[in-house]
Nanobody
Framework: VQLQAFGGGLVQAGGSLRLSCAAS????????MGWYRQASGKQRELVAAFTSGGSTDYADSVKGRFTISKDNAKNTVDLQMNRLKPEDTAVYYC??????????WGKGTLVTVSS
């Protein structure tokens, strides 16, 4: 499984960005996908993800501002980020949980929110 993320960049506080992750390869093995982020000096954390039951899970810090969506036909998972804050600045990673306990990470995309 290969994951390629698009859409990072620089935005002012209060602005919006949309990240997109495209999966390729053995996509049939993927169970769920989501987005994580890692700010400088901090551990990687979950931002938003689909659960195995088909629902969504969000970090408390992004609830009401970020929305995760997917297009099964295109094998993509998007993250719409609204009302961005400087504390959202991080490298964002696409993640896929797959069969047999495998998981995959895309190369990160940097999101910088200026105050």
């Amino acid at each position: 499984v290969q994951l390629q993320a698009f859409g990072g960049g620089l935005v002012q506080a209060g602005g919006s960005l949309r990240l997109s992750c495209a999966a390729s390869g053995s996509i049939f093995s993927i169970n769920v996908m989501g987005w994580y982020r890692q700010a400088s000096g901090k551990q990687r954390e979950l931002v938003a993800a689909f659960t195995s039951g088909g629902s969504t899970d969000y970090a408390d810090s992004v609830k009401g501002r970020f929305t995760i969506s997917k297009d099964n036909a295109k094998n993509t998972v998007d993250l719409q980020m609204n009302r961005l804050k400087p504390e959202d600045t991080a490298v964002y990673y696409c993640h896929a949980d797959a069969e047999r306990g495998s998981d995959y990470w895309g190369k990160g995309t940097l999101v910088t929110v200026s105050s």
